[in-house]
């Protein structure tokens, strides 16, 4: 079966108790919060409203800019996401989506022992508190000057150099499923992964940041996610669209087209037989570079 989560992004205009509302009108039990929209109406009554609705969370986004790139010192962003884990662990979340930021003035060298030094910092809280940081890679040509860890081949290797349960990886799907090497990769990939975000878009890396609804855009997202149930995931797989279209659709039509599409990959997912989840351990086959 497929967990299927919606992300706060994706409703960016409604609040928190209208968006669980129409949730639960179309069928789905998880939201991926965001944190500005979890502040707007406070962590009390955020936690409120998800208990009574029954509703769980699958990821809450984001913290990190560890390298200084928004601004931030290097301590301000460890308290910042120190307080996101916290939050988190509040609301019965189990992962937090991690962006590394950007290169920052920077050698990548030393961006990478900034990054590490954060994460091993924070994963002892992440690991008290229950909770999973998921480090989310960059594709290149999607995010210019943020893919200092190299990708998602380079975020595999810092997860790993990390060698902490508590340090994983969000991929999304909207970045790299173009990548012919991704399909192939899913099997060294699929251990450390901690959630999956989706999002169409066109076949070739752009940096317009429409992340459409699936079936709008060329990428082949229902091969992907067959791909990752065939390699063992069974985590929560998060529609995260953003864009004129989805505002032009409407909210509500949005949702329904999301129900089909889970429901369908949901229906193709019982069909298939998947692999145990193989146990984190080092690559001995590196990720194809194409992929970095």
Do not use: N
């Amino acid at each position: 079966m497929l967990h299927a989560s919606i992300s706060e992004v994706t409703t960016l205009r409604w609040d928190l108790g209208k968006e669980i509302d129409h949730l639960v009108r179309h069928g789905f039990d998880a939201i991926a919060l965001w944190r500005t929209k979890v502040s707007d109406i406070g962590l009390d009554e955020a936690r409120s409203l998800l208990r009574r609705s029954g509703i769980r969370v699958s990821s809450l986004q984001w913290a990190g800019g560890f390298t200084g790139s928004d601004g931030r010192s290097f301590r301000e962003s460890l308290a910042d996401a120190r307080e996101a884990i916290e939050t988190a662990a509040h609301l019965g979340c189990p992962t937090v989506v991690v962006h590394t930021g950007c290169r920052g003035g920077h050698t990548v060298a030393h961006a990478r022992r900034i990054v590490l030094e954060a994460l091993g910092t924070l994963g002892r809280l992440a690991g008290r508190e229950g909770v999973t940081l998921a480090v989310k890679p960059f594709h290149p040509t999607r995010a210019v000057g943020c893919g200092l860890v190299g990708g998602l081949a380079g975020t595999v290797s810092l997860v790993e150099a990390c060698d902490d349960p508590a340090v994983g990886i969000a991929l999304d799907c909207w970045q790299f499923a173009h990548e012919q090497q991704l399909l192939p990769s899913l099997p060294q990939v699929v251990p450390h992964l901690a959630v999956v975000q989706v999002a169409d878009g066109r076949e070739r890396p752009d940096t317009d940041g429409e992340r459409l609804p699936p079936g709008l855009g060329g990428l082949p997202l229902a091969d992907v996610v067959g791909g990752l149930i065939d390699a063992g995931y069974d985590g929560d797989v998060e529609f995260d669209l953003v864009g004129e279209s989805v505002e032009w659709l409407g909210y509500d039509a949005v949702l329904a087209r999301l129900r089909r599409v889970a429901d369908a990959w949901s229906l193709e997912a019982a069909t298939r037989r998947p692999m145990p989840r193989p146990v984190a351990t080092r690559i001995r086959h590196p990720i194809p570079a194409a992929l970095g």
